[in-house]
Structure formats: C-alpha cells, structure tokens
C-alpha cells in the first residue's frame, strides 16, 4: 500500500465547523458570582459546604438576559459560547430532573437558565457549547465512591444531551484532579456520540498540560491562560482542533476587585497568536451575580467586533501558513489562493506635534511565499502597497505604512492576492 503515513486527516464537519467560528465567548457564572471573589472561592476561603450552600437560597438570575448575551456575542464576531452549566461546586444552572435539588430551578430564580441559553444562542445564530465540572466538590461519593460518583455525573451529563436540543459541544474541566483514577471516559465520549453526533468533546487539560490529547475521541485540545503552539497533524488518526482560553483580568467567576484587566491590545494580538497556530480564542466573561456581563467586559468585547468588521475574513478564514514573517509578524492562508499578512508595532503617521512619527512603518520581509503576487493591500482601508517578490527564493518584501492619523488596529492586515 502507498497510503501517506504522514498526511494531515481531514477534519470532521463538527471540528471544521468549530475551527472557522474561531472566536468564543467563555461564561463563568453560579452561586459563586455572588461573593465576586471567582469560581474558586469555595476552596480558596475554606467555606463550609452547608454555608457555601445557602447562596442558593438568594439566587435570583435576576439580570441574566441569555438573548442579550447572545447578541453581545454576535456583536464582538464570536460564533459559539461556553457556558459553565455547573462548575466544581456542583450547583448546576440546568435543571437535574430529581437527581439532585441544587439546581437553579430549585433557587428563587425557578428557571432553567442553560434552556434559555440553549434557546437564545439558537436563535441567535450562535453555537452553544456547554462547559460541565467532572470533578465536585458538593458530592460525598467523589471521595467516597467514586463509581457511584461517576454514574451520578454520567446522568447528569445524559439529561444535557436529551433535553435540549442539538449542542454544539460539552467542555469537561476536572479530569486533573483525579489523575490516576479510571473516570471511565470512554463510556462518556460514547454516550455524546450516540445522543449527540455533532457535538465537539472537549476535556480540559489544564495549566500544566495544555495542548495534550487526553482521549483519542477528544475534538479539540486546550490552552488555558497559554499562546497556542502549531500542531503538527501529519500522521494523525483524526484531525484535532485547539482552543486557547483566556480571562479578562485575573479570575474567571466574577472577581469585583479585581481591576487587573488585560488591554484590547492584548486581546486582539491573543486572537491573532491564536489564528497563527490554527487555534480558536475563547474569550471569558464572568457575568455579576444576577447574571449580566460587566461594563467593562462588554466594553471590550464590543471593541473586538469593531476590530473584526474590519479584519475578520482574515480572521475566519485564515489558517497556517508555511510562509513566514519575522518579529512577531506571520501570515494565514485565506480561501482562494489569498494569503493574509498580520503586521504588528505600527504607529500612526502624521505631524509629528501628536504622533509618534512613522515608527515601525517601512520594509517587511516574509519568506516561503513562491507563487505570483498580483497586488497587497490593506485589509482595513485597500490601499494598496508597494512590495518587491521573488517566487524563486520566495521572499516577499512589502512595505507597510503605518496607521492614517485617526485610527490605531493594534495589528494590521495586508491581503495578498
Ligand atoms: C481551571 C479552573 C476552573 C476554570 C477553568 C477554565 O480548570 O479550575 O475554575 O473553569 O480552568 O479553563
């Protein structure tokens, strides 16, 4: 047989689908939200279980607009959202149907609050993907029994694949706590696949592992708080997605006091870094305790919509290049023979009274490019650029004016076609 041992497998539809959303909206919101101190609270201030338990009593989802979310999310060009159905306090937002009582139908809000998010990310347009706690710290039996413990999970993760509808995707978190146990994965993945065909898996690896498959029916790998790496697919049984996640400051579950907020600079060259591995951004929000995002985050995520109408074909389109730029610059390639160039540090021009005159404008130099170029231009504005090519070495060299007077997109996109 002549197969090619190396090539790179084609992905399925659910994963290729995923990859070209590139761009996802994290949500950590439960009882925790309340105490604004992040979902960690519980542990971190050793709070007794039967006083951590009581917030449930003063859940109310009073601001939670799971349409508003929805369209704040198509708003910023993020295609999916991930939300914490239940985190590691085991209080779950989706109704457990008898299994337990601490749910959000049995807290004053009465609601299903992963129903309406269901519903109104459909209506939308947006894929919901839901974020399930493996490991529980509400559960006597995770220490105890753990067999019993995973039956429980198990028809907990059952009842999110039976009652609402297609999912986009369940997005474990916890394997890391217990990692020498048998948590019996292939059962799980088994049971997603028959009830859910088109649903991504996704375990999370954590912060010391990222990047790591896990489980051959894993779709995706993560990065928590991490750049992603390249993946080399070559030789894969099945083409795997990455996923980078990120908070907003320091704390996923709402933290008030926390003011230690990244920059949209920051963000947008995440989004980038993550685009150049083939990677997608999930972007964390952690709504207040009646359950709509804060200002600032909503500030943020609205800048990053504007920042994507104008670079977002690059965006969605764009994968892994072998054409290679230098510094921090690199290039995707787009649908239609298009190559994009992300160029990063440029200034705006102008008086030099105001700007910072032209810096880190001028000659780029990108290699491996050996097909014909026709015409460079930016993304944003299609003004055209000048640039010398020659296919033969494969080095393109284009240069890049920095920004007109008035605008400012952190980093630039030239399309080449
Ligand atoms: C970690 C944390 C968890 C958070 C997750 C997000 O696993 O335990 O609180 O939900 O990261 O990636």
Request: one cysteine or more; charged letters at 25%.
């Amino acid at each position: 047989m002549s197969g090619n041992q190396d090539a790179v497998p084609v992905p399925e539809p659910r994963v290729a689908r995923f990859e070209q959303l590139a761009f996802g909206m994290f949500i950590h919101w439960g009882l925790y939200s309340q105490l604004g101190q992040g979902e960690w609270i519980q542990r971190t201030r050793r709070i007794p279980k039967e006083e951590y338990a009581r917030l449930q009593t003063t859940f109310r989802a009073d601001t939670f607009d799971a349409r508003a979310i929805a369209r704040t999310a198509r708003r910023a060009g993020m295609g999916y959202i991930t939300l914490t159905a239940r985190h590691h306090d085991g209080f779950s937002l989706y109704d457990t149907r008898g299994l337990n009582r601490f749910d959000a139908v049995h807290s004053p809000a009465g609601r299903d609050l992963v129903a309406e998010f269901v519903e109104a990310c459909r209506a939308e347009g947006i894929l919901p993907v839901l974020y399930h706690t493996t490991l529980d710290w509400s559960r006597e039996e995770y220490a105890s029994d753990f067999g019993a413990y995973l039956d429980y999970l198990y028809k907990s993760v059952e009842l999110l694949c039976t009652h609402y509808g297609p999912i986009g995707g369940l997005w474990f978190d916890g394997n890391w706590d217990r990692p020498n146990d048998d948590w019996r994965l292939d059962e799980l993945y088994g049971m997603i696949r028959r009830l859910q065909p088109e649903a991504l898996i996704v375990n999370n690896t954590g912060l010391g592992h990222r990047g790591e498959l896990g489980h051959p029916e894993i779709d995706s790998v993560t990065y928590e708080q991490g750049r992603p790496k390249p993946m080399n697919r070559a030789g894969m049984k099945k083409y795997v997605a990455a996923e980078m996640c990120e908070t907003m400051n320091d704390h996923w579950g709402i933290g008030s006091r926390d003011f230690m907020y990244k920059s949209l600079p920051h963000l947008i060259e995440s989004l980038c870094a993550c685009r150049k591995a083939g990677a997608n951004y999930l972007l964390n929000v952690g709504p207040t305790a009646g359950g709509s995002i804060p200002k600032m985050q909503e500030a943020m995520l609205e800048l990053m919509g504007d920042w994507l109408e104008l670079n977002g074909r690059a965006i969605y389109d764009g994968r892994p290049s072998a054409v290679e730029g230098e510094g921090g610059d690199f290039a995707l390639e787009g649908k239609d023979g298009k190559l994009y160039l992300f160029i990063h540090r440029l200034k705006i021009r102008g008086d030099s009274n105001v700007t910072v005159n032209g810096g880190g404008a001028g000659e780029k130099r990108f290699t491996g490019l050996h097909r014909p170029v026709s015409s460079i231009r930016w993304l944003d504005s299609g003004d055209l650029l000048e640039f010398q090519h020659e296919p033969s070495s494969g080095e393109l060299r284009v240069v890049a004016t920095g920004f007109p007077y008035g605008v400012n997109l952190v980093v630039r996109i030239a399309e080449v076609e």
